[in-house]
């Protein structure tokens, strides 16, 4: 298509009839899945299925760039303001709108359907639940993360993370919290009211962490780009990238990975896996 033409000179026609071919699942509409949904949009990938389970708040205005002034609160699902982003850059583009739970019966059929998926929570029991469905039905997973400690050193960034076939996931690679992970899924609401999100109290900050839009686009841009190199084989897809603000430095690193349950049992399980138990 005309509308493509410009992807054509980068990764040919074979790499954009492979993003053609793409099911995408994104998980969690928020600060980075709203830079990750148009991005995939424009892409031209087949389908899109996003899974939220939230309506936008006021707080959400400074970094959902999919949000329009006039989307009352309460009143907007984040999923309606996803397709509507999706519809108007790419009609073509099959949208598929969850509006549940990662542990819903309706997100694990949807997930099914998928060949890649990408992690936009700010909650690591949401990830981990993702991450095991990803390991247990071998879809890709790409997941992000963006974080703003409060301290005396500034400091900004976030990371994306690749999980593959390859050894290596965001347990073994100490990329996720566990016990707050543990927290998190103590409840079928997945906790929202944490006590803390980032490392910062929650009493400090009216129940969320500081996020910036600009930050969110660096880290969903990069891991998108990835997705684009492992659809189209253009190169080999990087497996972890670090955004530091503080230096302004993306840096490739492979961290360190251990034997665990996730890689050396887990992976391509399928209904094995037993994932059913997340459900609420």
Not at 107 to 116: G, S, V
Request: charge should be negative.
């Amino acid at each position: 298509m005309l509308k493509h033409a410009r992807h054509h000179g980068f990764f040919g026609t074979e790499g954009q009839a492979a993003l053609r071919g793409q099911v995408v699942v994104v998980a969690g509409c928020g600060g980075n899945g709203n830079h990750v949904i148009p991005q995939l949009a424009a892409l031209g990938v087949k389908r899109i299925i996003c899974i939220e389970d939230e309506e936008l708040s006021e707080t959400n205005r400074n970094r959902y760039i999919l949000a329009r002034h006039a989307d009352p609160v309460p009143g907007t699902h984040k999923v309606d303001i996803a397709q509507r982003a999706v519809l108007a850059i790419d009609p073509d583009v099959e949208f598929t709108p969850v509006k549940a739970s990662i542990r819903s019966a309706e997100a694990f059929e949807a997930m099914r359907q998928a060949t890649a998926t990408f992690g936009c929570f700010d909650n690591d029991g949401a990830r981990l639940v993702l991450m095991e469905f990803a390991c247990a039905y071998d879809i890709p997973l790409f997941d992000l993360a963006t974080d703003i400690p409060i301290g005396d050193v500034l400091d900004f960034g976030g990371r994306f993370t690749l999980v593959d076939r390859a050894p290596g996931c965001l347990v073994c690679m100490d990329l996720l919290d566990m016990e707050q992970a543990r927290a998190d899924l103590e409840s079928a609401a997945a906790r929202i009211d944490r006590e803390a999100i980032y490392g910062v109290p929650k009493d400090h900050l009216h129940g969320s962490g500081p996020s910036v839009v600009s930050i969110n686009g660096v880290v969903a841009s990069l891991a998108v780009t990835e997705f684009v190199m492992h659809t189209t084989g253009l190169r080999a897809p990087a497996r972890h990238l670090s955004y530091r603000g503080r230096t302004g430095v993306v840096t490739a690193t492979k961290p360190a990975a251990s034997s665990c349950y996730y890689c050396d049992k887990l992976k391509g399980q399928g209904d094995r896996s037993n994932w059913k138990r997340y459900l609420d």
